[in-house]
C-alpha cells in the first residue's frame, strides 16, 4: 500500500471512533513503527509500505482505537527537548508540567544544586532539570519499582546516569539529604472524579498517580509536611497542582513555614504550579 493512502485510511478509521486527533496519532504511530521521522512521511508520501510494516501499523491502530495513549503504543513519549520511555506504570508526561520546568531552570541558571524529585514517574521532570543545569545533580523517589526501572533506562539515554538516582522508597521513609530544591507532581485528583476522566486515562494510566483522595490534596499534604525535613533553608519547594486547589494548597504551604514565590497558570488559566521557599523551620 502507499504511505499516503495508509494514513488517510487509518485516520479515517479513528475518527469514525471518535478520536479527535486521528491524523495526528496515525502520522505518530507510523513514523515510529517506520523509524522516521512525520516529516519524512509527509516527503515521501508515495512509498511503498511492506507487509510487516502494515501488520505492525494495523495492530498498533486497534490498540489506539480502545483508546490506549499513543505515548503506550509507541513507547515513547517528547517531553521538554528530549524523548522519553514511559509505559504503563508511569504518566505521560503534558505540556503543563514544562510550565514546571522553565520556571525551575530560570531561576537556578548557573547554580550548582541538590534535587529531589517525589514521586519521579517516568524521571521526566528531575531529567529535564538535570539537562539544563549542568552543574547539578538529583534524586528522584517512587513507590512503584516499575517506575523507577523505566525512570532509570531513561537517564542512562540521556547520559544523566552519573547525575541522577533514582531509588524505590515510600515517601514517609525516606530520610536522605537536604535539597536545595523539591520538585514533585504528586496524585491531585479527587477520588470522586476518577471517573470523570478520558478512557484514555482511566483505562490505562496508573491510578495511584492520579488519585490524591477525598479532596485530592492527601498526597500534596504529604509532600509538604515531608519537605519541612528534607528542604535546605531558603530552599524551593515546586508543586503540581489540580484545578480550583491553589487557595487550600497556599494555606497549607503557609503554615508550614513557606513563603509564595510565584504561581503558573497553565493553557487554561489555572493555577498549575506553586513555588514556594522554605523560611520558617517548625
Not at 43 to 55: A, G, R, V, W
Not at 72 to 88: A, N
Not at 92 to 103: A, C
Not at 109 to 127: A, E, P, Q, V
Amino acid at each position: 500500500m502507499i504511505l499516503e493512502k495508509l494514513i488517510k485510511e487509518a485516520s479515517k478509521t479513528l475518527k469514525n471512533h471518535n478520536i479527535l486527533s486521528h491524523e495526528l496519532d496515525a502520522q505518530i504511530i507510523l513514523s515510529e513503527i517506520m523509524k522516521v521521522s512525520r516529516e519524512s512521511l509527509i516527503i515521501n508520501n508515495e512509498k511503498h509500505i511492506s507487509d510487516k510494516i502494515l501488520k505492525k501499523f494495523d495492530t498498533a491502530i486497534n490498540r489506539r482505537i480502545k483508546r490506549e495513549p499513543v505515548a503506550y503504543i509507541t513507547g515513547r513519549k517528547d517531553f521538554w527537548s528530549e524523548r522519553f520511555l514511559v509505559d504503563k506504570a508511569t504518566l505521560v508526561p503534558r505540556p503543563e508540567t514544562e510550565l514546571l520546568i522553565y520556571k525551575l531552570i530560570k531561576f537556578f541558571k548557573n547554580k550548582r544544586i541538590n534535587i529531589l524529585d517525589i514521586g519521579t514517574g517516568s524521571g521526566c521532570i528531575l531529567l529535564s532539570i538535570l539537562k539544563e543545569l549542568n552543574f547539578s545533580r538529583g534524586t528522584g523517589i517512587d513507590i512503584s519499582s516499575k517506575a523507577i526501572k523505566i525512570a532509570k533506562i531513561n537517564s542512562k539515554n540521556l547520559n544523566l546516569q552519573n547525575r541522577a538516582k533514582f531509588k524505590l522508597y515510600d515517601l514517609y521513609n525516606y530520610n536522605e539529604g537536604k535539597y536545595d530544591l523539591i520538585v514533585s507532581n504528586p496524585p491531585y485528583i479527587p477520588s470522586r472524579d476518577i471517573k470523570n476522566l478520558s478512557k484514555d486515562i482511566i483505562n490505562y494510566e496508573p491510578i495511584v498517580a492520579l488519585d490524591g483522595g477525598s479532596d485530592g490534596l492527601d498526597q500534596i499534604k504529604k509532600v509538604i509536611y515531608k519537605s519541612n525535613y528534607l528542604i535546605k533553608r531558603e530552599g524551593l519547594l515546586a508543586l503540581e497542582i489540580g484545578n480550583n486547589q491553589y487557595y487550600r494548597v497556599s494555606k497549607v504551604l503557609k503554615h508550614n513555614g513557606y513563603r509564595e514565590i510565584t504561581k503558573e497558570y497553565d493553557f487554561n488559566s489555572n493555577v498549575r504550579c506553586i513555588i514556594s521557599t522554605k523560611t520558617k523551620f517548625l
